[in-house]
Structures are given as C-alpha cells and as structure tokens.
T-cell receptor, first 112, second 115 residues
Framework: ELKVEQNPLFLSMQEGKNYTIYCNYS?????LYWYRQDPGKSLESLFVLLSNGAVKQEGRLMASLDTKARLSTLHITAAVHDLSATYFC????????????WGAGTKLIIKP | DAEITQSPRHKITETGRQVTLACHQTWNHNNMFWYRQDLGHGLRLIHY???????NKGEVSDGYSVSRSNTEDLPLTLESAASSQTSVYFC??????????????FGSGTQLSVL
C-alpha cells in the first residue's frame, strides 16, 4: 500500500528565509506532484516530476525528486508573504494509473 | 477558456437524504475524479472515471456513487447522507495521456454539511 508522508505539517517562518518541505513515499512511483491550496480555495498544480533527479523551478519554489530514496523536496528561497498557503505532494500509483495518493499537506505561514 | 465547475458551492442537508453534487468540465478530459478533503487527511479519493460509462471505486467509496454518461459530467450522489460525510468535496479532471501534461485540474469545491 502506497503511503505518502509530508513534514513538517505546519511551518511558520519569517520573510526572507529559506526552508524545505519533505515528501516521503513508501513504494516505487515515477510520478509526483506538488500542489498549492490557499485558504478556502481550490488546488493549483505547481510541479509534475517524472524521473529520478528531476528538478523544476518556478520563482522562489524549487522541487526535486529522488526516486531511489522515495523522496521529493519543495524548497522555498527567500520566502515572501504571498507564498503562505498549504502545500500538498501527491504520488501516482504507477505511470499508467492516474490515481494519486496525497500527503496530509504542509501549512506554511510566512510572517512579514 | 476551458474550466471545471462544481455546484452547489455550499449545501446543508439532513441525515438520510439523498444528495447529488454536480461536476462539469469543458477540458474534454478523459479522466474525472471525486475527492473529499478533511482536516489532517489531505485528499481522499472517492470515485473516479477514465471515460464514458467507466466508473471505479476509490479508497473511501462507501455511501457514494457516480455515473458517467458523457465526457463532461461526473455527478456524485450520496445515497443516504450521514454526518460523517460532512466535508469539502473536490472534483478534478485530467487528460489521461500520461507524461508531463498529466496533471489534475480542480473545481472550486463544495462544502457539504450533514445535520
């Protein structure tokens, strides 16, 4: 059974600081997603990572995937208040199976 | 622009009533999914469909049903609403082709309260 664990589940940080959110999964998978959710809103796709060593960057966010360690990281550089949100990782059961198993989410609060 | 819409946005119902939540997408996507979101659980898959007349159970399907009669719609029915089904429900769709373009597009969600 595929399980996905995120940590931390809650993170409060100051603007300008760097931090990393971790996503561990329990069985082999070759497709991992990061999503963002603002309070009371829907989910927005940030990154799709397909292969070992994949790295994607968008602004102050950078995601990477290590399939051998079954680990993905979402790194925040020089955080700004607008990045406050809940971040989810989700892992596909397989390349041909479109079901996703979701982490519990990391609530990120960035203080001015 | 293509979109995915859910209705209603908010619904209050009583225990034992049948409730149907609507989901309509204009992406022409093959795949459609229903999730529920509860604090501390992330998203949990209720039902999903990979095409017209195809439906499958997810990890928390008990008490829910879906049908897919066309590409655009996947309504979710709660046969006899229970208080444990109070939650936020999200519908999502994806192309179904795999690869980097294979990502979920989500509706705005339905807040359902069962009293």
């Amino acid at each position: 059974e595929l399980k996905v664990e995120q940590n931390p589940l809650f993170l409060s940080m100051q603007e300008g600081k760097n931090y990393t959110i971790y996503c561990n999964y329990s069985t082999t998978s070759d497709r991992l997603y990061w999503y963002r959710q603002d309070p009371g809103k829907s989910l927005e796709s940030l990154f799709v990572l397909l292969s070992n060593g994949a790295v994607k960057q968008e602004g102050r966010l950078m995601a990477s995937l290590d399939t051998k360690a079954r680990l993905s990281t979402l790194h925040i550089t020089a955080a700004v208040h607008d990045l406050s949100a809940t971040y989810f990782c989700a892992v596909a059961l397989s390349r041909s199976n479109y079901q996703l198993i979701w982490g519990a989410g990391t609530k990120l609060i960035i203080k001015p | 622009d293509a979109e995915i819409t859910q209705s209603p946005r908010h619904k209050i119902t009583e225990t034992g009533r049948q409730v149907t939540l609507a989901c309509h997408q204009t992406w022409n996507h093959n795949n459609m999914f229903w999730y529920r979101q509860d604090l501390g659980h992330g998203l949990r898959l209720i039902h999903y469909s990979y095409g017209v007349h195809d439906t499958n159970k997810g990890e928390v399907s008990d008490g829910y049903s879906v049908s897919r009669s066309n590409t655009e719609d996947l309504p979710l029915t709660l046969e006899s609403a229970a208080s444990s089904q109070t939650s936020v429900y999200f519908c999502a769709s994806s192309e179904g082709t795999g690869g980097l373009r294979e990502k979920l597009f989500f509706g705005s969600g339905t807040q359902l309260s069962v009293l």
